[in-house]
């Protein structure tokens, strides 16, 4: 175990524990953006920044990226973090007005959007969860396209992705709501693309596409082809509900 102190309180924790899951740990709120619990982290929307003092030597860092691997102290509110954090939450204003998330950070950090620097009103914010969520996923059907403020999501080549599945995952992480889909009966509509709905044989509900089954088959064991799965199957709640009936009935 190692000593951390964040904003004057000590603690210990395991080698290897980031500053952001340190300071979460004890109540401390640091805003993210890029960051998700579910998704490797990336660091790239610089809003965890805290200030670190290393034997002496003070730096601003991305909490969700530094590994605490030494005793250290670190400050998350300083005015020195405050005032990076405002330049952050100032350039997305800027851009991604409409931006719920984005409003809200700007409210809390006393932020108004610069009508003479304003780009093109934009709900992405570019913080690649979407893209992260993709690549865990194993189907690596969207990426970031061109750089700087010309940088955003896309399917190869701006056409409908041949490797997307349908999950979804990109629209849940997705922190703006600037991805969506669309469920209409037994059909899911997302990035150009059509799928078709598995239902779940025990409580009916639209769990899962076809594609995304066929998908999880071919990263396991079994080999399933789309035009395979036909019958009803059972959605994970409904497993976890018979499971657990099985286990308490030692059936």
């Known amino acids: 175990m190692i000593g951390v102190t964040i904003d004057g309180r000590t603690i ?3 080698e290897g524990t980031t ?3 340190a300071a979460r740990s004890i ?8 960051h998700h619990d579910g998704l490797p982290p990336d660091g790239n929307c610089r809003l965890c920044a805290v200030e670190v003092d290393e034997r002496g030597r003070k730096k601003l860092v991305s909490s969700c990226m530094y590994p605490i691997k030494s005793e250290i102290s ?5 005015e020195r973090v405050i005032a990076a954090r405002r330049f952050v939450v100032q350039l997305l204003i800027n851009r991604n007005p409409k931006a719920i998330a984005i409003g ?5 950090y006393g932020v108004v959007r610069e009508e003479r620097f304003a780009l093109e009103a934009d709900l992405c914010v570019r913080c690649g969860r979407c893209v992260r ?3 865990s996923n194993g189907t690596d059907a969207i990426g970031m396209a061109r750089a700087g403020f010309e940088r955003y999501v896309a399917a190869p080549y701006d056409e409908a992705p041949e490797s997307c599945v349908g999950c979804a995952s990109c629209a849940e992480v997705c922190p703006t709501g600037k991805i969506t889909y669309k469920d209409d009966g037994l059909i899911r509509k997302i990035w150009n693309r ?3 709905l598995a239902v779940c044989r025990r409580c009916g509900s639209r769990y899962a596409t076809k594609e995304q089954l ?3 088959g071919r990263l396991g064991a079994a080999n399933i082809a789309v035009e395979d799965i036909d019958e009803p199957r059972l959605c994970d709640k409904c497993r976890k509900a018979i499971y657990t009936a099985k286990f308490k009935t030692g059936s």
């Open 133 to 135: 969520a993709c690549e």
């Open 104 to 108: 809200e950070l700007a409210k809390e």
């Open 19 to 21: 500053l952001l899951d």
């Open 12 to 14: 210990a924790v395991e």
């Open 194 to 196: 059509t799928f078709d």
């Open 27 to 34: 109540g401390i709120k640091i805003p993210t953006l890029c």
């Open 74 to 78: 670190a400050d998350t509110k300083n």
């Open 214 to 216: 066929a998908h999880i």
